[in-house]
C-alpha cells in the first residue's frame, strides 16, 4: 500500500513504463499524483488504477537494516 508513502520528494517508477525512468513524485492530489519522470517529464497517475513502486529503501522500515 505505497499511497501512504506518496509525498512530494519520493522517488518511484511506473510498473508499466520501465522507460519512463525514475520519477520523482511532484504533487499529491487524493488518487491523483503527479511524478515528474527522468524520460517522459511530468506525468498525473490515477493511483486507484496504476500502483506505483517505491524507489529507495522500505519507508515503513526503522532505517536501520533486515
Known sequence: MI???LEPGVLVRHPGKPDWGIGQVQS???RRVT???EEAGKVTIDISVIELDYVGPDPRGDGQGA
Open 3 to 5: 499511497e501512504a508513502f
Open 35 to 37: 511524478v515528474n519522470f
Open 28 to 30: 499529491v492530489d487524493n
